[in-house]
């Protein structure tokens, strides 16, 4: 059968070459057009770029028609701006991207120009274009250096990073092209849904989207969920109470699973918490553990347990300037502003002594897996992503094409070599950089966390070998330390390599070298530095290709293939030179988990000697099977949280969609209309059940609910009384009343302002809504796995349960819109005075201008409640009206005197009118 295969993909070539070779025609089309568009000036160009935007946008072309098109005109402007004219292999790329594939490139082969090409083409249609880039530092420098191209060609580019003014980020993202990191792109998706009015929000539709370390991004992070989160009880005290109990258990008393990676308390464990617990004074006596007021003391025990069991400082996070920050285990960099949810961090800041934030509750969350599938098409860029194939097409259905080097690859890989002890290992890895060093070639020594780059470090500095160190300690110097590891006798150790962004070229960096010596000098000539350090590094790179090329070693294999993969494909970029090899022990986290036992036989059967290396192909076989396996574990993990998070996905949608209908609609009577009747008709059905006498129903429970929901007191006995009234005659005669008490309110707040405070309070209602179901839907989580025990599948439990909860918000929702409409009322003469008195007096006191609130004329009069109604609620903040008064110091020419109005705010000249309206009128 082998056989055969063999055979068809000699005749038919394998689906990659299929569709290699489909896409030569297309290259050789933009290839032919070339000197067609290097006749034409800087002008033509863009009046080309305008020409094909009219093509698609007014004449509905499509974009595979002017495929060839764009990317001459593209490749013809990034010659002129960059100085790069794009290979035939990197157009290949672009086309792979443009028709939603991954393209699959080696290190160097760049990556960050072949993704100007389906993001020019894409950004014609006017809809914008999302490149995402794994970190801040990349994305600045990708938009400023790509953004040259698209000047060239007439597109607008911009650029979103954290902390940035809401003005600049909505500008950024109105550009054609806006470059941004995935997690800025989460987080701006949630914030828009969290926003009042559609002016406010940040993001204009997920149409198409090229993502960089696309493996990185969609897999390596998939499993964690961005949230948006608000502050919850402060419980600092129990968290350091109970951090300086765990330390007093021994092993008999927790069970610690290193491949699930949990721990659990055994029974003696328990009991051994709870004396603790007791003698600490934080569990009162006769209250025992599991005890239903116990939860909450349970809950921080297990954390306090996870955070020392599982989490390790140097590891797993840093402790810089008293914060706990986390690294990230797939590319070794620190994640500002990410916490741990569910009180973890908590308690690993409790661990460490440092402050204590306070707990969290969430606000919104969302995972990259859901939200990159909003995008209509989805695209990516990485050197790895053959191995994770099936998992791309499943979730994203996004294929992977391998694209060709522009020349043949001359890395040599090694087989691994395999020590008994970590010791050994080490020993070989510091006699292997000596040699290496000795004759002058650049090493990069990876590792897989900040302790074992820091203990290597230690060794290199005992041997006396010059090395420099790249970790999240020295994120800030990264592109730095990475542009010069190429240079002759560099020795660079690197705690992962994954989205670097900065190319290792031999001899080192020419554009960082000229940067580096204008910022030292600026009165120095760049043309003459340039031409200097280009003759320098002409020789530097003669004696490193002399050497042998960059020298990759690697101390441990990862879990995932891709990420030693990342690793390895540093050295041998552009046809260069290179070696690469792996040093492993069995004490190594991988061998030691997932199954060194059996190895640990052969070599012992062996009889190796101390520091002797066991090199065998069958070995790096039976460590790619260890890592296949921990690479489909971790696949199924991502499926089932993608399946639970499914369930919430589609009630995210419909929350999000419903908002923004509401923020678009002008006149949102009709929802909040439609809202009190079905309040009303379940109110009917409460309390007069349908199909029942006349005699089983509660009137005086369903007058009692008018006053309480709809602010009404109605004779609802006496209609009742009235021959031939059945339920349904009831339901619509109180809908009648209510609706003529609606009325009136709206005829004196006026319909502009009602609809302004319709809509606030149906959008406050909402928001408040989904918070709560959020948390209940942890809760539901947190538990639903136990329903496995009584033989049913938590899955389905959690979809019936996650509807059920849906339901009842969207109830609760109605009844809360209903009562708040129902209750607010325009305040009285008296008390607008009161209001604006207050307001005048507390600006005063911080000696700020004193800005003007909304809408009603003055003097509208107080809504006539009915005798014996309940008591009117407080006024809804923000929406019961104030009179329009002139600003004291008012000078119509002079806008600083206006003090800072909202758009909806009345204005300060004393008109009445919005603001929007009158002076705030755009020109």
Same mark, same amino acid.
């Given at each position: 059968?082998?056989?055969?295969?063999?055979?068809?993909?000699?005749?038919?070539?394998?689906?990659?070459?299929?569709?290699?070779?489909?896409?030569?025609?297309?290259?050789?089309?933009?290839?032919?057009?070339?000197?067609?568009?290097?006749?034409?000036?800087?002008?033509?160009?863009?009046?080309?770029?305008?020409?094909?935007?009219?093509?698609?946008?007014?004449?509905?072309?499509?974009?595979?028609?002017?495929?060839?098109?764009?990317?001459?005109?593209?490749?013809?402007?990034?010659?002129?701006?960059?100085?790069?004219?794009?290979?035939?292999?990197?157009?290949?790329?672009?086309?792979?991207?443009?028709?939603?594939?991954?393209?699959?490139?080696?290190?160097?082969?760049?990556?960050?120009?072949?993704?100007?090409?389906?993001?020019?083409?894409?950004?014609?249609?006017?809809?914008?274009?999302?490149?995402?880039?794994?970190?801040?530092?990349?994305?600045?420098?990708?938009?400023?250096?790509?953004?040259?191209?698209?000047?060239?060609?007439?597109?607008?580019?911009?650029?979103?990073?954290?902390?940035?003014?809401?003005?600049?980020?909505?500008?950024?993202?109105?550009?054609?092209?806006?470059?941004?990191?995935?997690?800025?792109?989460?987080?701006?998706?949630?914030?828009?849904?969290?926003?009042?009015?559609?002016?406010?929000?940040?993001?204009?539709?997920?149409?198409?989207?090229?993502?960089?370390?696309?493996?990185?991004?969609?897999?390596?992070?998939?499993?964690?969920?961005?949230?948006?989160?608000?502050?919850?009880?402060?419980?600092?005290?129990?968290?350091?109470?109970?951090?300086?109990?765990?330390?007093?258990?021994?092993?008999?008393?927790?069970?610690?699973?290193?491949?699930?990676?949990?721990?659990?308390?055994?029974?003696?464990?328990?009991?051994?918490?709870?004396?603790?617990?007791?003698?600490?004074?934080?569990?009162?006596?006769?209250?025992?553990?599991?005890?239903?007021?116990?939860?909450?003391?349970?809950?921080?025990?297990?954390?306090?347990?996870?955070?020392?069991?599982?989490?390790?400082?140097?590891?797993?996070?840093?402790?810089?300037?008293?914060?706990?920050?986390?690294?990230?285990?797939?590319?070794?960099?620190?994640?500002?502003?990410?916490?741990?949810?569910?009180?973890?961090?908590?308690?690993?800041?409790?661990?460490?002594?440092?402050?204590?934030?306070?707990?969290?509750?969430?606000?919104?969350?969302?995972?990259?897996?859901?939200?990159?599938?909003?995008?209509?098409?989805?695209?990516?860029?990485?050197?790895?992503?053959?191995?994770?194939?099936?998992?791309?097409?499943?979730?994203?259905?996004?294929?992977?094409?391998?694209?060709?080097?522009?020349?043949?690859?001359?890395?040599?890989?090694?087989?691994?070599?395999?020590?008994?002890?970590?010791?050994?290992?080490?020993?070989?890895?510091?006699?292997?950089?000596?040699?290496?060093?000795?004759?002058?070639?650049?090493?990069?020594?990876?590792?897989?966390?900040?302790?074992?780059?820091?203990?290597?470090?230690?060794?290199?500095?005992?041997?006396?070998?010059?090395?420099?160190?790249?970790?999240?300690?020295?994120?800030?110097?990264?592109?730095?330390?990475?542009?010069?590891?190429?240079?002759?006798?560099?020795?660079?150790?690197?705690?992962?390599?994954?989205?670097?962004?900065?190319?290792?070229?031999?001899?080192?960096?020419?554009?960082?070298?000229?940067?580096?010596?204008?910022?030292?000098?600026?009165?120095?000539?760049?043309?003459?530095?340039?031409?200097?350090?280009?003759?320098?590094?002409?020789?530097?790179?003669?004696?490193?290709?002399?050497?042998?090329?960059?020298?990759?070693?690697?101390?441990?294999?990862?879990?995932?293939?891709?990420?030693?993969?990342?690793?390895?494909?540093?050295?041998?970029?552009?046809?260069?030179?290179?070696?690469?090899?792996?040093?492993?022990?069995?004490?190594?986290?991988?061998?030691?988990?997932?199954?060194?036992?059996?190895?640990?036989?052969?070599?012992?059967?062996?009889?190796?000697?101390?520091?002797?290396?066991?090199?065998?192909?069958?070995?790096?076989?039976?460590?790619?099977?260890?890592?296949?396996?921990?690479?489909?574990?971790?696949?199924?993990?991502?499926?089932?949280?993608?399946?639970?998070?499914?369930?919430?996905?589609?009630?995210?949608?419909?929350?999000?969609?419903?908002?923004?209908?509401?923020?678009?609609?002008?006149?949102?009577?009709?929802?909040?209309?439609?809202?009190?009747?079905?309040?009303?008709?379940?109110?009917?059905?409460?309390?007069?059940?349908?199909?029942?006498?006349?005699?089983?129903?509660?009137?005086?429970?369903?007058?009692?609910?008018?006053?309480?929901?709809?602010?009404?007191?109605?004779?609802?006995?006496?209609?009742?009384?009235?021959?031939?009234?059945?339920?349904?005659?009831?339901?619509?005669?109180?809908?009648?009343?209510?609706?003529?008490?609606?009325?009136?309110?709206?005829?004196?707040?006026?319909?502009?302002?009602?609809?302004?405070?319709?809509?606030?309070?149906?959008?406050?209602?909402?928001?408040?809504?989904?918070?709560?179901?959020?948390?209940?839907?942890?809760?539901?989580?947190?538990?639903?796995?136990?329903?496995?025990?009584?033989?049913?599948?938590?899955?389905?439990?959690?979809?019936?349960?996650?509807?059920?909860?849906?339901?009842?918000?969207?109830?609760?929702?109605?009844?809360?819109?209903?009562?708040?409409?129902?209750?607010?009322?325009?305040?009285?003469?008296?008390?607008?005075?009161?209001?604006?008195?207050?307001?005048?007096? $507390?600006?005063?006191?911080?000696? %700020? +201008?004193?800005?003007?609130?909304? /809408?009603?004329? *003055? =003097? !509208?009069?107080? &809504?006539?409640?009915? $005798?014996?109604?309940?008591?009117? %609620? +407080?006024?809804?903040?923000?929406? /019961?009206?104030? *009179? =329009? !008064?002139?600003? &004291?110091?008012?000078?119509?020419?002079?806008?600083?005197?206006?003090?800072?109005?909202?758009?909806?705010?009345?204005?300060?000249?004393?008109?009445? &009118?919005?603001?929007?309206?009158?002076?705030?009128?755009?020109?």
């Amino acid at each position: 059968m082998l056989g055969l295969t063999s055979l068809a993909r000699k005749v038919f070539g394998s689906p990659n070459d299929r569709k290699v070779k489909a896409a030569r025609p297309l290259v050789a089309q933009i290839n032919a057009l070339e000197p067609e568009f290097a006749a034409l000036s800087d002008e033509g160009i863009i009046a080309k770029t305008r020409e094909l935007q009219k093509r698609v946008q007014e004449g509905g072309e499509t974009l595979d028609a002017i495929l060839p098109e764009a990317f001459a005109n593209c490749r013809e402007g990034a010659r002129r701006a960059l100085g790069l004219r794009a290979f035939d292999v990197q157009l290949m790329g672009g086309i792979f991207m443009h028709q939603g594939n991954i393209a699959e490139m080696r290190t160097g082969e760049g990556k960050t120009l072949v993704a100007t090409f389906p993001a020019y083409l894409n950004a014609l249609t006017g809809r914008g274009v999302h490149v995402v880039t794994v970190n801040d530092y990349l994305a600045r420098r990708d938009s400023e250096w790509m953004g040259k191209v698209y000047a060239q060609l007439g597109l607008t580019c911009g650029v979103v990073v954290p902390f940035q003014p809401e003005t600049e980020k909505r500008a950024a993202y109105r550009c054609d092209i806006t470059y941004a990191t995935n997690n800025e792109l989460g987080f701006d998706y949630l914030r828009d849904n969290m926003k009042g009015s559609v002016e406010e929000m940040a993001q204009r539709g997920h149409y198409f989207a090229i993502v960089d370390e696309v493996d990185s991004i969609l897999i390596d992070e998939a499993r964690t969920p961005l949230i948006i989160s608000g502050p919850a009880q402060d419980r600092s005290e129990l968290y350091t109470q109970i951090d300086k109990l765990i330390p007093s258990l021994t092993e008999e008393h927790y069970k610690l699973d290193e491949k699930q990676r949990s721990v659990t308390f055994t029974d003696d464990g328990n009991d051994a918490m709870e004396v603790l617990l007791r003698g600490a004074g934080i569990l009162p006596e006769g209250q025992h553990m599991f005890d239903p007021e116990s939860t909450t003391i349970v809950h921080h025990i297990n954390q306090g347990l996870r955070a020392h069991k599982l989490f390790f400082k140097d590891q797993h996070y840093i402790v810089r300037d008293g914060e706990v920050v986390l690294i990230d285990e797939f590319t070794g960099r620190m994640m500002k502003g990410r916490r741990l949810s569910d009180g973890l961090h908590q308690a690993i800041e409790a661990k460490e002594g440092v402050k204590i934030q306070a707990e969290n509750v969430t606000l919104a969350s969302v995972t990259f897996q859901n939200y990159f599938r909003l995008y209509e098409k989805l695209a990516g860029m990485t050197g790895t992503a053959a191995t994770e194939a099936e998992e791309f097409m499943q979730i994203y259905g996004l294929g992977v094409v391998e694209v060709p080097t522009n020349r043949p690859v001359q890395r040599k890989d090694e087989h691994d070599k395999v020590y008994r002890t970590a010791k050994e290992k080490y020993d070989g890895v510091i006699e292997s950089i000596k040699e290496a060093h000795d004759r002058g070639q650049p090493i990069l020594v990876g590792t897989t966390s900040i302790e074992k780059s820091e203990s290597i470090s230690a060794m290199l500095k005992a041997a006396g070998i010059p090395h420099n160190v790249l970790n999240a300690r020295q994120h800030e110097q990264e592109a730095q330390i990475v542009a010069d590891a190429g240079r002759f006798g560099a020795v660079t150790i690197a705690t992962n390599m994954a989205g670097r962004g900065t190319d290792i070229q031999l001899g080192g960096n020419v554009e960082m070298k000229v940067l580096e010596a204008i910022t030292a000098d600026p009165h120095l000539h760049p043309d003459e530095v340039r031409a200097r350090i280009e003759a320098e590094h002409a020789d530097e790179k003669a004696r490193v290709l002399a050497a042998g090329g960059l020298f990759v070693l690697g101390t441990e294999r990862h879990e995932s293939r891709r990420i030693d993969n990342q690793l390895r494909g540093r050295s041998g970029r552009q046809g260069d030179p290179g070696r690469s090899e792996f040093f492993l022990s069995l004490d190594d986290d991988l061998m030691r988990i997932f199954g060194s036992e059996r190895l640990d036989k052969v070599l012992s059967t062996l009889g190796m000697k101390e520091g002797e290396a066991i090199v065998h192909p069958w070995v790096n076989k039976s460590l790619e099977k260890a890592q296949a396996k921990v690479e489909g574990r971790n696949f199924d993990i991502r499926k089932q949280l993608l399946k639970f998070d499914d369930v919430m996905n589609d009630q995210r949608k419909a929350i999000f969609g419903q908002r923004m209908e509401i923020m678009q609609a002008e006149d949102i009577s009709e929802i909040a209309t439609d809202m009190r009747h079905q309040v009303i008709d379940d109110l009917v059905d409460q309390y007069l059940p349908p199909k029942t006498y006349h005699d089983d129903w509660d009137l005086d429970g369903l007058k009692q609910a008018g006053r309480e929901k709809l602010n009404m007191d109605m004779p609802v006995a006496d209609w009742a009384a009235e021959e031939g009234v059945d339920q349904a005659a009831l339901s619509e005669r109180i809908i009648q009343n209510s609706d003529t008490y609606m009325a009136e309110k709206t005829a004196a707040f006026g319909r502009e302002t009602m609809d302004q405070i319709e809509k606030q309070v149906l959008l406050q209602a909402i928001d408040g809504k989904w918070r709560e179901h959020l948390l209940m839907l942890e809760h539901l989580r947190s538990v639903i796995g136990f329903r496995s025990y009584a033989q049913r599948d938590p899955l389905n439990e959690y979809k019936t349960e996650a509807f059920q909860l849906f339901e009842s918000m969207l109830e609760g929702l109605r009844v809360q819109v209903t009562e708040q409409l129902s209750r607010i009322r325009p305040l009285t003469k008296e008390e607008q005075e009161q209001m604006m008195a207050q307001v005048l007096a $507390a600006q005063q006191s911080r000696g %700020a +201008a004193v800005p003007v609130a909304a /809408t009603t004329p *003055a =003097g !509208a009069p107080r &809504e006539a409640e009915p $005798a014996g109604a309940a008591p009117a %609620a +407080a006024p809804v903040p923000g929406l /019961t009206a104030m *009179a =329009g !008064a002139r600003l &004291e110091g008012f000078d119509e020419a002079d806008p600083s005197t206006w003090g800072n109005p909202g758009r909806n705010d009345a204005c300060p000249c004393g008109s009445g &009118e919005k603001f929007k309206h009158c002076h705030g009128k755009l020109a």
